[in-house]
């Protein structure tokens, strides 16, 4: 079996039609294909894969970004979208209706949980949040008319770990479907379908695209459950990725493997030198010491392989905290994660803000937090230029 650094670089290249052989896969920036008869009308659309008509029915970049994404979430098929919230909402859409219960991680991305708390409430959709930490509280939020559980494998921005394994055995206990968003974490780190979930869902948008010039979002699930989303999503919906950004992700995508295990390297290196450091109150990180669900973590996660965020605690003074923020070199402040370079963000400020203050300290959060999603510099840079700004706490 080869690798998957290699199987990125060679997966489908290749598409139904095609006699050129292009190294690189070209963009079809059409919105239609067209056919020259009655007999080839018949033989496109009589075919049981969809083939490429309009856009909204299918695109070769997208088909050839999906086979990578099921190749990655080792799921059987996926679809891709035009975000990652997209991708959540048409889950939502096909598998809820009024009078449906879902059973919601309270650590969560914050669009996740307006969706849910602002749109589906109003269609008579109730959600429960409770801390998938412990186990427990999941069991005890389920009800008989629970159909969707919903949980990122790792917490923003805290990093607190979700046991898919055992919330996949409760969800399917009461008939519910358990969706998963592998965002920070990535199929690399960890692949969710094979621990029992439903759905995986993934914002392209961040590692797997990589290069922070494109949108995207993608759900792995069944055959099945993709092809009945499928009509939903695309066909009433509209909600796919455009071929120039499904390009983009899948020129990204083949690079993953590279970039992502050097920036999960420079993350434990980072977490282990921001762990040391006197003006450094807590580190959040799954490789640190200190890291609560160390046991967890090692049945999850293997190889050192967890995720390039982390967050840190210092100073609560804003001034020093702005201060650190002028002083590095390199990182900048950017509402997003999962670029090549390191960017920085401030939770209190931006995620949580909407959290009050009382809230949010339970949580660990405070406005002395700053997250981290660590780039592919050379370490030893980034280092020294961590070193040099944590200074501005003293
Ligand atoms: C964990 C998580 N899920 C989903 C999203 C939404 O992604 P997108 O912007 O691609 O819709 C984000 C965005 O930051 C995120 O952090």
């Not at 780190?189 to 914002?203: C, E, H, K, L, R």
């Not at 499928?230 to 493997?257: E, K, N």
């Not at 840190?312 to 370079?341: C, H, W």
């Not at 920085?344 to 405070?366: F, N, W």
């Amino acid at each position: 079996m080869s690798d998957i650094m290699t199987d990125l670089l060679y997966s489908e290249k290749q598409i139904d039609g095609m006699d050129l052989k292009p190294d690189s896969f070209p963009i079809f920036q059409s919105t239609v294909y067209t056919m020259s008869d009655m007999d080839e009308v018949g033989e496109v659309y009589g075919k049981k894969e969809r083939g490429f008509t309009y856009i909204r029915r299918g695109n070769p970049n997208r088909t050839v970004l999906e086979s990578a994404i099921t190749m990655l979430e080792k799921g059987e098929a996926s679809l891709c979208y035009g975000s990652c919230m997209s991708a959540i909402l048409s889950i939502m859409i096909k598998e809820l209706k009024a009078g449906d219960h879902v059973v919601c991680n309270s650590h969560i991305y914050g669009e996740t949980k307006h969706l849910l708390q602002e749109v589906f409430e109003k269609f008579g959709v109730e959600t429960t949040y409770t801390d998938f930490t412990d186990v427990s509280n999941v069991k005890a939020a389920v009800r008989e008319n629970t159909k969707v559980m919903f949980s990122e494998v790792l917490s923003n921005p805290t990093l607190r770990l979700a046991d898919v394994k055992s919330i996949a055995d409760i969800a399917h206990n009461v008939g519910a479907v358990l969706v998963i968003d592998n965002t920070f974490t990535t199929p690399l780190a960890f692949a969710p379908f094979t621990a029992g979930a439903d759905y995986v869902v993934n914002s392209l948008t961040k590692y797997i695209n990589g290069h922070n010039d494109a949108s995207g979002g993608s759900v792995t699930a069944s055959k099945e459950k993709i092809d009945a989303l499928f009509d939903t999503a695309l066909m009433c919906g509209g909600l796919f990725t455009s071929p120039f950004d499904a390009w983009l992700i899948h020129r990204g995508v083949q690079t993953l493997a590279v970039r992502l295990e050097k920036q999960m390297e420079n993350a434990c290196k980072l977490a282990a030198f921001l762990e040391k450091h006197e003006l450094v109150d807590k580190v959040y990180h799954p490789s640190a010491a200190s890291y609560e669900q160390r046991s967890l973590a090692d049945e999850m996660f293997k190889d050192d392989k967890y995720t390039a965020i982390l967050s840190f605690v210092a100073s609560e003074d804003m001034n020093k905290v702005n201060e650190f923020m002028k002083r590095l070199q390199y990182a900048q402040y950017a509402p997003t994660l999962g670029g090549i370079r390191t960017t920085l963000s401030h939770p209190v400020t931006s995620s949580h803000a909407s959290m009050p203050d009382a809230d949010r300290r339970k949580i660990g959060i405070t406005p002395g937090m700053i997250r981290v999603s660590v780039g592919m510099e050379n370490i030893d840079d980034l280092i020294k230029d961590f070193e040099q700004a944590l200074e501005a706490f003293r």
